[in-house]
C-alpha cells in the first residue's frame, strides 16, 4: 500500500521502518528535518507526504500536533481525496478525534484512531498492540499494515472508541506503577531487599505487566525512556479532561497527577515515566538498589 507516515518518533520511526520492510510504499515526514526510514521517500511537508497516499499514518505527540498536521497550512487536508484512510496512533482527546473524523469525512476520507501499546521493544519487533476505533471495512483495509507493525488489534468501536481505551489503559499503568514505586520506597524504607521484593510480587497475585517490564530497569537505576513522562502526564492530562466532560470522578488518578506535575518541576519531564519514582526516594531519603548496587 502507498503510505504516509507522519511523525518519527519514539514510536513512529520504528512502525515506519517496520511498514517499508514488508514491502509497502512509504513516505515520511517529520516536524524535526534529517531523520531518515530506510526504504521510504522523504516528504518536506505533511501536505506533500499525503499527495497520492492511499493511508495517511501519524504518531505524534499530542492533540494539536495531529489538528496541525491534518489541518494547518502545510497540512494533509489540501491532499485529500475520497477513498483515502487517516489512521492516527497518536494519543489525543477522544472529542477531538470525533471533531477531526466528521472533518476528514465530508471529504469521503476515512478515519480510524489507531492508538497503541507495547512500548518501544514492541515498536521495534513490530509487536505493538493497537486499540482501534473505526468501522470494519476501514479497519480490514488496514489490516496488512496492522499486520506490519503489530501483533494484535482490537476493534473497540466507531471512531474515537480506541481513544477513549487508551486513556483508560494508561489510567491503570500510571495507577499500577504508582502503587508499585510507593511500595518499593516503604519497603526500602524498612531494610526490605528489593530484588527480593520483586521475587515474592512474580509469585503472587500482585505480579501485573507494569511491574515485570519496569522491575528490572528500576533496580539497574536505568530511566531512558521508553515511555516519557512528559508523555505520560499528557495522557493522564487527557484522562482527567475525558472525565471531566463526561462528570466521572477519578480521585486516584488526581493525586497521581500531583506526583507528575511535581516530578516534571525537578526536571524529569524526558525521563521514563519510572523516574516518579526519584520523587518518592527524595521525600523518603533512601534509593532504591539492586542487589549490585
Known sequence: ??????????????????LAKAGHEVTVWNRTPGTMVEGAGIAPTPAAAAQGAEVVWLCVSDTAA????????????????????????STIAPSATVKFAERVGAKGVAYVDAPMTGSKIGAAN??????????????????????????????????SKGQATKLAMNLQIALIFEGFAEALTLATKLGVDSRQLLSLI????????????????????????????????KDIRLALEAAKEARVKLPALETV?????????????????????????????IQVKGEAA
Open 202 to 233: 512474580d509469585a503472587t497475585m500482585v505480579r501485573s505487566g507494569v511491574v515485570d517490564y519496569k522491575g528490572p530497569f528500576i533496580l539497574q537505576r536505568d530511566f531512558t525512556p521508553n515511555f516519557p513522562l512528559r508523555l505520560m502526564h
Open 126 to 159: 513490530g509487536t505493538l498492540i493497537f486499540m482501534v476505533g473505526g468501522d470494519e471495512p476501514t479497519i480490514d483495509r488496514l489490516g496488512p499494515l496492522f499486520a506490519a507493525m503489530g501483533k494484535k488489534v482490537f476493534r473497540m468501536g466507531e471512531t
Open 66 to 89: 495531529v489538528e496541525k498536521i491534518l489541518f494547518g497550512p502545510e497540512g494533509v487536508e489540501q491532499s485529500l481525496a475520497a477513498g483515502m484512510i487517516i489512521a492516527d496512533s
Open 1 to 18: 500500500m502507498r503510505v504516509a507516515f507522519l511523525g518519527l518518533g519514539i514510536m513512529g520511526h520504528a512502525m515506519a521502518t517496520n
Open 257 to 285: 497527577e500531583e506526583i507528575y506535575e511535581m516530578a516534571t518541576e525537578d526536571g524529569h519531564r524526558d525521563l521514563d515515566y519510572a523516574a516518579t519514582l526519584t520523587l518518592l526516594e527524595k521525600w523518603a531519603g
